[in-house]
DNA sequence: TGTATATAATGCGATATCGTACTATATAGT
DNA sequence: ACTATATAGTACGATATCGCATTATATACA
């Protein structure tokens, strides 16, 4: 690989790394306390795909380790989100289930960041989200096979 | 803003997030121990644009809070890659000064981050990267202007 | 020049993130 | 069935990240 290569992946990780903590600091500026963006994202991700998920699935569809999801999921519990049960299929696993106040918090996380991302609307339209969002998506699965060859 | 849009907003960061997150563990993976990636990009930058910058400009520059660049920056000097000194133009102020041991060890993670790399030369080629980055450039201004309207 | 306000950096405490090691259960091969 | 290996989850410790409060210096302006 030759250094102007080099140098473009890492402009293109750099920005990312930067986009990616601003978006993160602008959501969780409107959740609650005690609650940052992997709480919404592993609720989010409960509604979207359907509750009853292992951790290492979770773990798996956020790309960090299980440990890490282990303190994330002790976290939601802790606030009364998501509820932790035996999977009857494996004795040594778990699944999360949404509770009703998980459900509510989603939907009020959601109306409450709808203002911040406003400014987007005109700088950033969402027709311009769409041009690029095929790349990226292909460059996450490019990323999770290369992590991941399975 | 409709849900569409909404939807948008949250599948671009959503990937963004991930990429963020991959691509930050593939290179730390090439770190000497004790060495996260804030490390090298703090090195990296004080390389690029020019050492004796402050601990604010760093800040700035990253997007992270000033007590967290204060943390790297101990980190670095910690291990020899730095060394603070007063900023004679601001009593308050410090500047953040390169050693030798500090760019050998740019030029080295630089070579060992190479073949981590490798991989996307195929399943995602600079042209590739090219075609994305002026849009990613574009929304990460957008985001720092609405963070910081200077 | 004196006083009020702004700014640069850090101290400290809370929590997040992650690696390593461990426990419990499942699966494979004999 | 028995043993070896693999897998799901957690305990624990180290460090990163960040918010809030504090200190020191600079700047504004009466």
Do not use: C
């Not at 440990?67 to 999977?87: C, F, V, Y």
């Not at 969402?126 to 990323?143: G, K, T």
Request: hydrophobic share 45%.
């Amino acid at each position: 690989m030759d250094s102007d290569a080099r140098a473009a992946y890492f402009a293109l990780f750099n920005e990312i790394g930067i986009i990616s903590q601003l978006s993160r600091a602008k959501m969780e500026a409107s959740l609650p306390d005690g609650l940052v963006l992997p709480h919404f994202s592993v609720i989010n991700h409960l509604i979207r795909v359907k509750d009853g998920r292992t951790p290492l699935e979770l773990a798996t569809a956020f790309q960090v380790p299980k440990t890490t999801m282990s303190h994330t999921l002790a976290g939601l519990e802790k606030h009364g989100l998501i509820e932790m049960r035996p999977n009857l299929k494996d004795g040594r696993s778990k699944r999360a289930w949404l509770t009703e106040a998980g459900q509510r918090f989603r939907d009020g996380a959601i109306a409450a960041m709808g203002p911040d991302f406003g400014f987007l609307a005109e700088a950033f339209p969402p027709d311009r989200v769409a041009e690029i969002l095929p790349h990226l998506r292909a460059l996450r699965e490019v990323m999770d096979r290369e992590r991941d060859p399975d």
